[in-house]
T-cell receptor
Framework: NAGVTQTPKFQVLKTGQSMTLQCAQD?????MSWYRQDPGMGLRLIHY???????DQGEVPNGYNVSRSTTEDFPLRLLSAAPSQTSVYFC????????????FGEGSRLTVL | SQELEQSPQSLIVQEGKNLTINCTSS?????LYWYKQKYGEGLIFLMM?????EEKSHEKITAKLDEKKQQSSLHITASQPSHAGIYLC????????????FGTGTSLTVIP
């Protein structure tokens, strides 16, 4: 059972470049979300989805796009990377049926030069 | 605004010592989750508390939710180097229902 898989683990971008962080889960969870983690700021919610075809904004959505075409996948797109987007990104899926627990990927460390 | 305040921000303890981390909310909580993050890794679920006065334990870690459901504490007994990491509390933001948010975290270092 793979759980939540994020790729890539590390990425370096130049300002203005675009990229997609991939996230896949095999637990059939309807709820998926993306967070960014910065020193002293904890984890901040970027976007989330309560099911295929449904997405919504979190606390810090600017500069990021998401889509949810399947239950399994929830990619995060940076359209024009900025140095302020240098961060560690975490994808999570949530078991809302039983415990409410969030299951996290291992994180993607992004550096924008 | 940050609605979950954690204290202390960081903690350095000698192995074998007990410690407590606090998580305070400005609003009533309807479920409070504790997670641990080892440095450079993802988050691992520890415990969830739902009822006022509830207390749960797992190995040497005990978490409590106060009667008013606005404050939770995480207590580690006889700390070990394996307890080192970042501890985060999290909860659902009731105004939106579907947003799960976290406190700022407490960084724990255990000196052997």
């Amino acid at each position: 059972n793979a759980g939540v898989t994020q790729t890539p683990k590390f990425q370096v971008l130049k300002t203005g470049q675009s990229m997609t962080l991939q996230c896949a889960q095999d637990m059939n969870h309807e709820y998926m979300s993306w967070y960014r983690q910065d020193p002293g700021m904890g984890l901040r919610l970027i976007h989330y989805s309560v099911g295929a075809g449904i997405t919504d904004q979190g606390e810090v959505p600017n500069g990021y796009n998401v889509s949810r075409s399947t239950t399994e996948d929830f990619p995060l797109r940076l359209l024009s990377a900025a140095p302020s987007q240098t961060s560690v990104y975490f994808c999570a899926s949530r078991d809302r049926v039983t415990t409410g627990e969030l299951f996290f990927g291992e994180g993607s460390r992004l550096t924008v030069l | 605004s940050q609605e979950l305040e954690q204290s202390p921000q960081s903690l350095i303890v000698q192995e074998g010592k007990n410690l407590t981390i606090n998580c305070t909310s400005s609003k009533t909580l309807y479920g409070l989750y504790w997670y641990k993050q080892k440095y450079g890794e993802g988050l691992i679920f520890l415990m969830m508390l739902q009822k006022g006065g509830e207390e749960k334990s797992h190995e040497k870690i005990t978490a409590k939710l106060d009667e008013k459901k606005q404050q939770s504490s995480l207590h580690i007994t006889a700390s070990q180097p394996s307890h080192a990491g970042i501890y985060l509390c999290g909860a659902d933001r009731l105004s939106t229902g579907n947003q799960f948010y976290f406190g700022t975290g407490t960084s724990l270092t255990v000196i052997p």
